[in-house]
């Protein structure tokens, strides 16, 4: 069982930066967890989930529309995982997700499946960011 608590979100002007954090608290083999894949997702208003970035056994992904904006940093040793965001836009208002799952690719290529929501099974509650214009 894996409780996700992210943190960090807020209200910014368009420019600004932001960063998010996810704290993981890991109850049963704990040791396996830097064995996961780990996700940040987004939804805003009316948009189905988005995904933002993405981070696995020897890979980081990034969706379209943050590449070269946002980063995505992985803290193995404390369960935490981060989303550094910068020159945020008002198109990146919404509600920020981060997620987890251990289950092997079945279908597709990494990135359409890592960056899919179907692939995780462990949420967080979200946190908002908003930015104005």
């Known amino acids: 069982q894996i409780q996700l608590a992210e943190a960090g979100g807020g209200s910014v002007r368009s420019g600004g930066s932001l960063r998010l954090s996810c704290a993981a608290s890991?109850?049963?083999?704990?040791?396996?967890?830097?064995?996961?894949?780990v996700a940040w997702f987004r939804q805003g208003p009316g948009k189905e989930r988005e995904g933002v970035a993405t981070i696995g056994n020897g890979f980081t992904l990034y969706g379209d529309s943050v590449r070269g904006r946002f980063t995505a940093v992985r803290d193995s040793a404390k369960n935490i995982l981060y989303l550094r965001m910068t020159n945020l836009k008002p198109g990146d208002t919404a509600m920020y997700y981060c997620?987890?799952?251990?289950?092997?690719?079945?279908?597709?290529?990494?990135?359409?499946?890592?960056?899919?929501?179907?692939?995780?099974?462990?949420w967080g509650q979200g946190t908002q960011v908003t930015v104005s214009s």
């Open positions: 890991v109850y049963r083999q704990p040791t396996r967890y830097p064995t996961y894949c």
């Open positions: 997620a987890a799952d251990n289950r092997a690719r079945t279908h597709g290529s990494l990135r359409t499946y890592y960056l899919s929501p179907a692939a995780y099974t462990f």
